[in-house]
T-cell receptor, first 111, second 112 residues
Framework: GENVEQHPSTLSVQEGDSAVIKCTYS??????FPWYKQELGKGPQLIID?????GEKKDQRIAVTLNKTAKHFSLHITETQPEDSAVYFC??????????FGKGTRLHILP | DTGVSQDPRHKITKRGQNVTFRCDPI?????LYWYRQTLGQGPEFLTY????????KSRLLSDRFSAERPKGSFSTLEIQRTEQGDSAMYLC??????????FGPGTRLTVT
Protein backbone atom coordinates (compact mmCIF):
# COMPACT_ATOMS: atom_id res chain seq x y z
CA GLY A 1 0.00 0.00 0.00
CA GLU A 2 0.94 3.64 -0.14
CA ASN A 3 3.65 4.64 2.32
CA VAL A 4 5.26 7.94 3.34
CA GLU A 5 8.62 7.94 5.11
CA GLN A 6 9.73 11.04 7.02
CA HIS A 7 13.00 12.00 8.67
CA PRO A 8 14.39 13.07 10.98
CA SER A 9 11.99 12.11 13.75
CA THR A 10 13.42 14.87 15.97
CA LEU A 11 15.20 18.05 14.94
CA SER A 12 16.72 20.77 17.13
CA VAL A 13 17.87 24.02 15.56
CA GLN A 14 19.08 27.30 16.96
CA GLU A 15 16.60 30.17 16.71
CA GLY A 16 17.23 32.00 13.46
CA ASP A 17 18.72 28.99 11.70
CA SER A 18 17.00 26.90 9.01
CA ALA A 19 15.24 23.58 9.44
CA VAL A 20 14.82 20.94 6.74
CA ILE A 21 12.52 17.92 6.88
CA LYS A 22 12.62 15.27 4.16
CA CYS A 23 10.04 12.75 2.99
CA THR A 24 9.71 10.02 0.41
CA TYR A 25 6.56 8.40 -0.93
CA SER A 26 5.94 5.05 -2.56
CA UNK A 27 2.92 5.51 -4.83
CA UNK A 28 3.93 7.19 -8.08
CA UNK A 29 0.26 8.11 -8.66
CA UNK A 30 0.36 10.54 -5.71
CA UNK A 31 -0.14 14.07 -6.95
CA UNK A 32 -0.84 16.18 -3.86
CA PHE A 33 1.66 16.73 -1.04
CA PRO A 34 0.47 18.72 1.99
CA TRP A 35 2.49 19.60 5.08
CA TYR A 36 0.83 19.91 8.47
CA LYS A 37 1.88 21.46 11.77
CA GLN A 38 0.46 19.98 14.95
CA GLU A 39 0.69 21.73 18.30
CA LEU A 40 -0.03 20.09 21.62
CA GLY A 41 -3.70 19.36 22.12
CA LYS A 42 -4.69 20.42 18.62
CA GLY A 43 -5.43 18.77 15.33
CA PRO A 44 -3.02 19.07 12.38
CA GLN A 45 -3.11 22.39 10.53
CA LEU A 46 -2.16 22.74 6.88
CA ILE A 47 0.81 25.09 6.47
CA ILE A 48 1.69 24.60 2.81
CA ASP A 49 1.02 22.15 0.00
CA UNK A 50 2.37 21.35 -3.43
CA UNK A 51 0.94 19.57 -6.42
CA UNK A 52 2.85 17.29 -8.74
CA UNK A 53 2.90 19.75 -11.64
CA UNK A 54 4.99 22.15 -9.55
CA GLY A 55 8.59 21.64 -8.40
CA GLU A 56 8.81 24.30 -5.72
CA LYS A 57 6.50 26.56 -3.74
CA LYS A 58 7.28 29.28 -1.22
CA ASP A 59 5.20 31.11 1.36
CA GLN A 60 7.15 33.63 3.42
CA ARG A 61 9.61 31.61 5.57
CA ILE A 62 8.33 28.23 4.40
CA ALA A 63 9.21 26.48 1.15
CA VAL A 64 8.53 23.02 -0.23
CA THR A 65 10.30 21.20 -3.02
CA LEU A 66 9.18 18.14 -4.95
CA ASN A 67 11.22 15.71 -7.03
CA LYS A 68 8.68 13.43 -8.72
CA THR A 69 11.31 11.28 -10.39
CA ALA A 70 12.94 10.42 -7.08
CA LYS A 71 9.62 10.55 -5.18
CA HIS A 72 11.16 12.95 -2.65
CA PHE A 73 9.72 16.11 -1.18
CA SER A 74 10.98 18.37 1.55
CA LEU A 75 10.03 21.28 3.80
CA HIS A 76 12.37 24.19 4.47
CA ILE A 77 11.76 26.69 7.26
CA THR A 78 14.10 29.68 7.31
CA GLU A 79 14.77 32.16 10.12
CA THR A 80 13.18 29.83 12.65
CA GLN A 81 11.29 31.34 15.57
CA PRO A 82 10.19 29.87 18.94
CA GLU A 83 6.62 29.54 17.69
CA ASP A 84 7.83 27.15 14.99
CA SER A 85 8.34 24.50 17.69
CA ALA A 86 5.78 21.76 16.98
CA VAL A 87 5.37 18.40 15.26
CA TYR A 88 5.40 18.57 11.46
CA PHE A 89 3.87 15.92 9.19
CA CYS A 90 4.41 15.41 5.52
CA UNK A 91 1.68 13.63 3.61
CA UNK A 92 0.77 12.37 0.16
CA UNK A 93 -2.51 11.81 -1.61
CA UNK A 94 -3.76 10.78 -5.02
CA UNK A 95 -6.98 12.73 -4.96
CA UNK A 96 -6.80 14.77 -1.77
CA UNK A 97 -9.39 12.53 -0.18
CA UNK A 98 -7.44 9.81 1.63
CA UNK A 99 -4.27 11.44 2.93
CA UNK A 100 -1.31 9.24 3.91
CA PHE A 101 0.79 10.84 6.62
CA GLY A 102 4.42 10.38 7.60
CA LYS A 103 5.28 9.65 11.23
CA GLY A 104 6.15 13.23 12.02
CA THR A 105 9.16 15.35 12.96
CA ARG A 106 9.31 17.01 16.36
CA LEU A 107 10.99 20.38 15.79
CA HIS A 108 12.61 22.14 18.75
CA ILE A 109 13.74 25.74 18.33
CA LEU A 110 16.54 26.42 20.80
CA PRO A 111 16.92 29.95 22.27
CA ASP B 1 -10.04 27.17 15.81
CA THR B 2 -10.62 25.64 12.36
CA GLY B 3 -14.41 25.53 12.64
CA VAL B 4 -14.51 21.73 13.00
CA SER B 5 -15.66 20.67 16.45
CA GLN B 6 -15.47 17.28 18.14
CA ASP B 7 -17.19 16.00 21.23
CA PRO B 8 -16.13 14.82 23.72
CA ARG B 9 -12.53 16.00 23.83
CA HIS B 10 -11.55 13.21 26.19
CA LYS B 11 -13.15 9.85 26.94
CA ILE B 12 -12.03 7.23 29.43
CA THR B 13 -13.83 3.92 29.22
CA LYS B 14 -13.41 0.39 30.45
CA ARG B 15 -12.56 -2.43 28.09
CA GLY B 16 -15.67 -3.95 26.58
CA GLN B 17 -17.77 -0.78 26.74
CA ASN B 18 -19.18 1.02 23.70
CA VAL B 19 -18.26 4.62 22.93
CA THR B 20 -19.56 7.17 20.45
CA PHE B 21 -17.83 10.32 19.23
CA ARG B 22 -19.36 13.22 17.35
CA CYS B 23 -17.89 15.52 14.72
CA ASP B 24 -19.46 18.76 13.48
CA PRO B 25 -17.77 19.88 10.26
CA ILE B 26 -17.61 23.36 8.76
CA UNK B 27 -21.19 23.93 7.66
CA UNK B 28 -20.78 24.12 3.89
CA UNK B 29 -18.29 21.25 3.68
CA UNK B 30 -19.66 18.20 1.89
CA UNK B 31 -16.77 15.84 2.71
CA LEU B 32 -16.00 14.51 6.17
CA TYR B 33 -13.08 12.30 7.17
CA TRP B 34 -12.12 10.26 10.22
CA TYR B 35 -8.50 9.54 11.13
CA ARG B 36 -6.89 7.82 14.10
CA GLN B 37 -3.61 8.99 15.62
CA THR B 38 -1.62 6.98 18.16
CA LEU B 39 1.18 8.46 20.26
CA GLY B 40 4.23 9.39 18.21
CA GLN B 41 2.59 8.53 14.90
CA GLY B 42 0.94 10.41 12.11
CA PRO B 43 -2.82 10.28 11.59
CA GLU B 44 -4.10 7.15 9.81
CA PHE B 45 -7.10 7.32 7.50
CA LEU B 46 -10.19 5.44 8.69
CA THR B 47 -13.09 6.46 6.46
CA TYR B 48 -14.69 9.35 4.64
CA UNK B 49 -18.12 10.60 3.57
CA UNK B 50 -19.31 12.69 0.71
CA UNK B 51 -22.57 14.14 1.96
CA UNK B 52 -24.28 11.17 3.63
CA UNK B 53 -22.57 8.47 1.54
CA UNK B 54 -19.65 6.58 3.07
CA UNK B 55 -17.27 6.22 0.13
CA UNK B 56 -14.22 4.44 1.51
CA LYS B 57 -13.28 2.48 4.60
CA SER B 58 -9.76 1.54 5.67
CA ARG B 59 -8.73 -1.99 6.64
CA LEU B 60 -8.11 -0.42 10.07
CA LEU B 61 -11.85 -0.06 10.51
CA SER B 62 -12.76 -3.42 12.02
CA ASP B 63 -16.31 -4.70 12.39
CA ARG B 64 -16.43 -3.09 15.84
CA PHE B 65 -16.23 0.36 14.27
CA SER B 66 -19.11 2.08 12.54
CA ALA B 67 -19.44 5.61 11.24
CA GLU B 68 -22.50 7.46 10.09
CA ARG B 69 -23.37 10.82 8.62
CA PRO B 70 -27.16 10.54 8.40
CA LYS B 71 -28.07 13.98 7.09
CA GLY B 72 -24.81 14.91 5.47
CA SER B 73 -23.92 17.27 8.29
CA PHE B 74 -22.50 15.95 11.60
CA SER B 75 -21.00 12.48 11.84
CA THR B 76 -20.68 9.89 14.59
CA LEU B 77 -18.03 7.23 15.06
CA GLU B 78 -18.98 4.33 17.31
CA ILE B 79 -16.63 1.72 18.70
CA GLN B 80 -18.25 -1.37 20.16
CA ARG B 81 -16.61 -3.66 22.73
CA THR B 82 -13.61 -1.38 23.13
CA GLU B 83 -10.13 -2.90 23.46
CA GLN B 84 -6.96 -1.36 24.91
CA GLY B 85 -5.56 -1.13 21.40
CA ASP B 86 -8.33 1.32 20.54
CA SER B 87 -6.73 3.94 22.78
CA ALA B 88 -5.80 6.80 20.46
CA MET B 89 -6.74 10.27 19.32
CA TYR B 90 -9.66 10.20 16.88
CA LEU B 91 -9.50 13.12 14.47
CA CYS B 92 -12.22 14.43 12.22
CA UNK B 93 -11.61 16.64 9.20
CA UNK B 94 -13.87 18.27 6.64
CA UNK B 95 -13.41 19.77 3.20
CA UNK B 96 -15.36 21.35 0.40
CA UNK B 97 -15.07 18.83 -2.41
CA UNK B 98 -11.35 18.06 -2.93
CA UNK B 99 -10.17 21.22 -1.17
CA UNK B 100 -8.06 21.58 1.96
CA UNK B 101 -8.97 19.31 4.83
CA UNK B 102 -9.58 21.21 8.07
CA PHE B 103 -9.00 19.14 11.19
CA GLY B 104 -10.84 19.30 14.48
CA PRO B 105 -9.07 19.12 17.87
CA GLY B 106 -9.69 15.39 18.21
CA THR B 107 -11.21 13.10 20.81
CA ARG B 108 -8.66 11.33 22.99
CA LEU B 109 -9.87 7.85 23.93
CA THR B 110 -8.31 5.92 26.79
CA VAL B 111 -9.43 2.33 27.30
CA THR B 112 -8.56 0.94 30.73
Amino acid sequence: GENVEQHPSTLSVQEGDSAVIKCTYSDSASNYFPWYKQELGKGPQLIIDIRSNVGEKKDQRIAVTLNKTAKHFSLHITETQPEDSAVYFCAASKRNDKIIFGKGTRLHILP
Amino acid sequence: DTGVSQDPRHKITKRGQNVTFRCDPISEHNRLYWYRQTLGQGPEFLTYFQNEAQLEKSRLLSDRFSAERPKGSFSTLEIQRTEQGDSAMYLCASSLNLGEQYFGPGTRLTVT
